[in-house]
């Protein structure tokens, strides 16, 4: 492994565990993105995957953990992996935990990009990058990023001081020689094996919750190695970071996404930014873990989180995370559960497992029962089986009136999973009230299961003269 060092420090011991888990799980080869801080990586790294999943800003030191995409380009399929920036004066207190994260990156690719920039030219910094580099013993391609004209074009013939290879010249904000550099990274990557199948769709899971409260301290001991950069100071993810790999058979995708402050809080574009990118998590998410802190009472912020959760129709867990640092005694978990419950209405069909990342206590059981709720959230329940149950809640419990009408309930049928939704014929279903819609919630729950995900019920009018959700 390539030893990138400042100021004693080095690569860190990894912790181990016992789970059953594969970070292998890269059945393509690596090509990683490095590069001093504010040299265009994140942007090159959009542009390779023509996604905007990396967060681009002028400030840096924005990227700190590795973050991965997969790459088609002609017959080859590779993952490209975006990393924190290398500064040999940085301001930022995290930089040997970044650092830490390159080498990982390093280590497993198979060809490097080293991304500089023609706008300043060679600085200090990209010599002593292009020095530990050259220790690594792979493919590095050099690419001039910021390229954006013909002069800048010409004054990158200075590059070629680096020793490495022919500099590729791109400039990321016009979308040039991206194609190119593809053609160069694939020539030297392995030939492609035409006999690997595809792998099975991954659970998505995004990991949210306000900042501090462990996040990325669960991923780190579910992987058992220091994957994520943790810190005392909040704020310390920024981007919302994906990390695959197999447990008991299945594939996951974990999102790491940076703390969730409440709107007024927030005073400034780069976490306008990042917060956005972790509610898109959240909307393209199978589950998503929502974070509480067992030593801080719900905030308005996990409450507004939960309420997010809920609307999008997405699986969740809670996971109440610091649970060695409260002193308990028999009554403790229930006062804890009842009070949560209370707090979060929203999420009371919601199992919630009791966790701590510093111990490693039940965090495996987040996996476990991720499993359970991702069979519930894709269950199709049989037509009969569902028209049975209308009919007992019927019989326990007509609509109640509203005015002169009574709404009649004739028929209901699923018609999706990932959340299951049903829809009901029924004569005057706009006036069923919101309290019998969660009987029948709560019904089909007690006959069905469906732990841990939202249900959603759809109305048509038997007359078909009106409908309603």
Known sequence: MVQFEKNGFSSRLLRTTHYD???????????????RPNVGKSSLFNCITKKRIAVVHD???????????DVDWGDF????????????????????????????????????????????????????????????????????????????????????ELGLAEPFYVSCAHNRGIGELLDEVTLNLPAPDTEVSEP?????????????????????????????????CPG????????RFVYDNIPF?????????????????LEEVIVQRAIRSIRQSDIAWLILDATQEVARQDKVIASFIARQGVASILGVNKWDLIQKDNMTHGTFVEEIYRQLPQL???????????????????LELSLTVHREYCTRVPTHALNELLLQLKSAHQPPRAGKVRPTLKYMTQIRTEPPTFLIFARYPNKISQPYESYLINGIRDAFGF?????????????AKESRR
């Open 21 to 35: 888990i594969n970070l292998a799980m890269k059945t393509h080869p690596v090509v990683a993105i490095v590069g």
């Open 59 to 69: 400030e840096p030191g924005v990227t700190r953990d590795r973050n991965y995409a």
């Open 77 to 160: 399929r590779f993952t490209i992996v975006d990393t924190g920036g290398l500064d040999l004066d940085p301001d930022d207190s995290l930089i040997d935990s970044v650092q830490f994260q390159v080498e990982n990156a390093i280590d497993e690719a198979a060809v490097i990009l080293f991304v500089v920039d023609a706008q300043t030219g060679i600085l200090a910094q990209d010599l002593v990058v292009a020095d530990k580099l050259r220790g690594a013993d792979k493919p590095i391609l050099v690419v001039v990023n910021k390229s954006d004209n013909e002069r800048l074009r010409n004054a990158g013939s200075e590059f070629y």
């Open 200 to 232: 099975p769709r991954s659970i998505k899971i995004a990991i949210v919750g306000r900042p501090n409260v462990g996040k990325s301290s669960i991923i780190n001991t579910i992987l058992g190695e220091e994957r994520m950069i943790v810190d005392h």
């Open 236 to 243: 310390t993810t920024r981007d919302a970071v994906n990390i």
């Open 253 to 269: 995708e974990l999102t790491d996404t940076a703390g969730m402050r409440r709107r007024s809080a927030i005073d400034d574009e």
């Open 348 to 366: 009371t069909y919601v199992p919630a497992v009791f966790t701590s990342a510093e111990t490693g206590q039940r965090v495996r059981k987040l």
């Open 451 to 463: 732990h841990g995900t939202p249900i959603r019920i759809y109305y048509r009018s038997s007359d």
